[in-house]
């Protein structure tokens, strides 16, 4: 009887554990598209006052570069919008990422008061 229990957990662990890994290759996935999708957005964003051919092409460079494909690339002004996709394993997560200059400072206290 005590076989069929160790047997039984064994089997349970295994399948706990395959689980486990499974969830780590799609968060490294997930990870791996994400900084690559921001990387190609500042590629872009340095290259969004030429031409959006331009700045979609250094995107797609960086992006490849990290491994990823880049799926979708738009640049508005000076502001890039790319999303890039990681295929690892049975996972192809794709993440969305923007960049652009910054805009003006918002915090608790509001704008800077004038000094007299």
Do not use: I, K, N
């Not at 486990?20 to 791996?32: D, F, I, N, S």
């Not at 959006?52 to 494909?69: D, I, L, N």
């Amino acid at each position: 009887m005590a076989t069929v229990w160790t047997a039984f957990v064994a089997c349970a662990l295994c399948v706990v554990f395959g689980a486990v890994l499974a969830l780590g290759q799609a968060v490294a996935a997930r990870h791996r598209a994400g900084g690559a999708a921001d990387l190609a957005a500042l590629a872009a964003a340095d290259r969004a006052l030429g031409d959006e051919r331009s700045a979609c092409e250094a995107a797609a460079r960086v992006a490849g570069a990290q491994g990823a494909a880049l799926v979708r690339c738009s640049v508005r002004g000076d502001v890039a919008d790319v999303t890039a996709a990681v295929a690892l394993g049975p996972y192809r997560p794709a993440v969305r990422a923007r960049a652009g200059p910054a805009g003006p400072p918002e915090g608790l206290w509001g704008p800077p008061a004038a000094v007299p």
